[in-house]
Every structure is written in structure tokens, then in C-alpha cells.
């Protein structure tokens, strides 16, 4: 049981690439969300899932795409990366709709330049 | 939506000392207040959490007390050690799209947590 992994763990880009963060989870969880940490900030959400075929938009969704075609995976998307989106990346998943606590991943440090 | 404040941003106790961390939050159909913690290049943690059914919760050395008249929560730890020393993030879950209370959690800005030995 590894719970939520996500990779890669560090990634630089340059600006207006594109790329793909994973996120896969083993613990059958329906809810699955990506949130961003900056410094001073906290952790904003970006998007989030309740299960597969269905996501919705987060606090900062714009420059992210999701996706949700199984119940274990949940890539973000950045489809043009800009500076702005510099930052570290938590995927968390949680056991379904409800009140229920999250597990999170250990992140990915994103750099754009 | 729902706003979460978090205070203070940085707090510093004696080995042994408590240590106190508060929110508030803006939207009074969050019923769910979770605290996590983050340890330096890990993910956060959850440590603890409240339903709004509950005005207060132990474990151990930790506890939550919940205010929902006030619109504010508060996290106590004591007899602090060194290894608590780490982040400490609030949240609070608003009523969501799809109707109910959701996982769709919104967190402080976080408290840095020094615990000097």
C-alpha cells in the first residue's frame, strides 16, 4: 500500500512548455484534488475530482488541465508553464465525498524559467 | 467562498511550553476542521480534526477547540518537544458543488512552529 505517489519529484521547464504531473493513489479513494504551495500562501486548490469522470475547478485553475479517467490516477496538466506557476505541487486523496481527512502525496518542486 | 485566516505566522516556544495556533474562517456551512502538519520536504500531515458537532477534541498531547458562533478554531499542543517543530496548516471544508459538505478543503496560511530545546 504506497498511498498517493506522485512523480516527478523535481522538474524545471522552461517557459511555454508543457508538461504532466502524476498522481496515482492504491487506497480506492474516490476524491482526489492538486493543490499548490507558495511561500506565505498556504496550499491552494487547483482542481479536484470526486470520482472518475467528474472534476471541477479549484481557487487558481487557470494554466492547469485535469483529468480523471480511472479511479487511481489524477494528472495536472500545465499546458504553456509560465514563471507564475513556479512552486511545489501536493496531490491528496481522500476516501469519498463526505468529511473525511486527506492523504497527501510528497510533492513535486516545479521551476519554470 | 470560504476565506481561512491563520495566526500567528511564525510562532517560537521553550522545550516544554504550549503552544497555541488560530484560525477563522468566513463561511459558516463548513462543518469540518482539520490540522495537518508538515515536516520539511514531506507532504502535510493530518494531526487532528472536528466536526462541528464538537466543541472540543484531545489527543494526547494535542487539541482542537471549536467556536462556530465566533467562526474560529484553535489548535493547543503541550509539553512541546523538538519534533513538533514543523508547519501546522488549518482547513476548513465549505458547502460544495454538489451539494453538502465536500472534501473540498481550504487552508490557512500556515504557522511555523520552533520548538527550542
Known amino acids: 500500500n504506497a498511498g498517493v505517489t506522485q512523480t516527478p519529484k523535481f522538474q524545471v521547464l522552461k517557459t511555454g512548455q508543457s508538461m504532466t504531473l502524476q498522481c496515482a493513489q492504491d487506497m480506492n479513494h474516490e476524491y482526489m484534488s492538486w493543490y499548490r504551495q507558495d511561500p506565505g500562501m498556504g496550499l491552494r486548490l487547483i482542481h479536484y475530482?470526486?470520482?472518475?469522470?467528474?472534476?471541477d475547478q479549484g481557487e487558481v485553475p487557470n494554466g492547469y488541465n485535469v483529468s480523471r479517467s480511472t479511479t487511481e490516477d489524477f494528472p495536472l496538466r500545465l499546458l504553456s508553464a509560465a514563471p507564475s506557476q513556479t512552486s511545489v505541487y501536493f496531490c491528496?486523496?481522500?476516501?469519498?465525498?463526505?468529511?473525511?481527512?486527506?492523504?497527501f502525496g510528497s510533492g513535486t518542486r516545479l521551476t519554470v524559467v | 467562498g470560504e476565506n481561512v485566516e491563520q495566526h500567528p505566522s511564525t510562532l517560537s516556544v521553550q522545550e516544554g511550553d504550549s503552544a497555541v495556533i488560530k484560525c477563522t474562517y468566513s463561511d459558516s456551512a463548513s462543518n469540518y476542521f482539520p490540522w495537518y502538519k508538515q515536516e520539511l520536504g514531506k507532504g502535510p500531515q493530518l494531526i487532528i480534526d472536528i466536526r462541528s458537532n464538537v466543541g472540543e477534541k484531545k489527543d494526547q498531547r494535542i487539541a482542537v477547540t471549536l467556536n462556530k458562533t465566533a467562526k474560529h478554531f484553535s489548535l493547543h499542543i503541550t509539553e512541546t518537544q523538538p519534533e513538533d517543530s514543523a508547519v501546522y496548516f488549518c482547513a476548513a471544508t465549505p458547502e460544495g458543488n454538489y451539494g453538502g459538505a465536500t472534501n473540498k478543503l481550504i487552508f490557512g496560511t500556515g504557522t511555523l512552529l520552533a520548538v527550542q530545546p
Open positions: 491528496a486523496s481522500s476516501r469519498r465525498q463526505g468529511i473525511y481527512g486527506y492523504t
Open positions: 475530482s470526486v470520482g472518475a469522470g467528474i472534476t
